[in-house]
Nanobody, 110 residues
Framework: QVQFVESGGGLVQPGGSLRLSCAASGSIYTIAYMGWYRQAPGKQRELVAGITSEGRTTYADSVKGRFTISRDNAKNSLDLQMNSLKPEDTAVYYC????WGQGTQVTVSL
């Protein structure tokens, strides 16, 4: 089973940018769907963005126009470019591709 490790989280000011990366332990070529999810304190885990093996994408309304998901099958990686970050984007972000990564913390604050 492919394992995932996220990186790229951190502390950023409102309006700033971060790029999250998810490295897979094996090939992601046959994984039909991959996504980024997030979970804020006291809230349920929610979809941020998803991408199919054909490259079709879906985004939560709250991040449309600010976040971009991409996958590189050759590098076995899934990325999330996050721009114009807001305090409400603060959460632990998880990579999903059939199972979950351990998560990476994103904090948006002055």
């Amino acid at each position: 089973q492919v394992q995932f490790v996220e990186s790229g989280g951190g502390l950023v000011q409102p309006g700033g940018s971060l790029r999250l990366s998810c490295a897979a332990s094996g090939s992601i070529y046959t994984i039909a769907y991959m996504g980024w999810y997030r979970q804020a304190p006291g809230k349920q885990r929610e979809l941020v963005a998803g991408i199919t093996s054909e490259g079709r994408t879906t985004y939560a309304d709250s991040v449309k126009g600010r976040f971009t998901i991409s996958r590189d099958n050759a590098k076995n990686s899934l990325d999330l470019q996050m721009n114009s970050l807001k305090p409400e984007d603060t959460a632990v972000y998880y990579c999903y591709g059939g199972n979950w990564g351990q998560g990476t913390q994103v904090t948006v604050s002055l």
